[in-house]
């Protein structure tokens, strides 16, 4: 009897991560690191996509991001990779002229 049930528990457990396979989180962007604006809101999503991508119709201007995860499947929120792309308001940085 203790054998079934202990086998009822891991199956159970199983179904549960293969239910809960998607990842939910919120990308905000701001320029003072305290109000911000929405980015790209995946709370309610239902899909499995682990290395999501992400471009947006329109540029936006902003000196802060802020990542928040509401569900990963296994339980473990970690950023392997998080790049964002664009142009500077100020001058490029100078030319280096030594290296240490």
Same mark, same amino acid.
């Given at each position: 009897?203790?054998?079934?049930? &202990?086998? %009822?528990? /891991?199956?159970?457990?199983?179904?549960?991560? /293969?239910?809960?396979?998607?990842?939910?989180?919120?990308?905000?962007?701001?320029?003072?690191?305290?109000?911000? !604006?929405?980015?790209?809101?995946? =709370?309610?999503? !239902? &899909?499995?996509?682990?290395?999501?991508?992400?471009?947006?119709?329109?540029?936006?201007?902003?000196?802060?991001? =802020?990542?928040?995860?509401?569900?990963?499947?296994?339980?473990? @929120?970690?950023?392997?990779?998080? =790049?964002? @792309?664009?142009?500077? %308001?100020?001058?490029?940085?100078?030319?280096?002229? &030594?290296?240490?």
């Amino acid at each position: 009897m203790q054998y079934r049930l &202990t086998l %009822q528990k /891991i199956i159970l457990s199983y179904m549960v991560v /293969i239910l809960k396979s998607f990842f939910q989180y919120l990308l905000e962007y701001s320029d003072d690191n305290k109000h911000g !604006k929405c980015w790209a809101d995946k =709370r309610l999503n !239902k &899909t499995d996509v682990p290395h999501d991508y992400l471009q947006l119709a329109a540029s936006v201007k902003g000196r802060y991001v =802020r990542l928040t995860n509401y569900n990963v499947p296994d339980g473990t @929120f970690s950023v392997a990779d998080l =790049r964002i @792309f664009g142009n500077g %308001q100020g001058h490029s940085p100078a030319m280096v002229r &030594t290296l240490y």
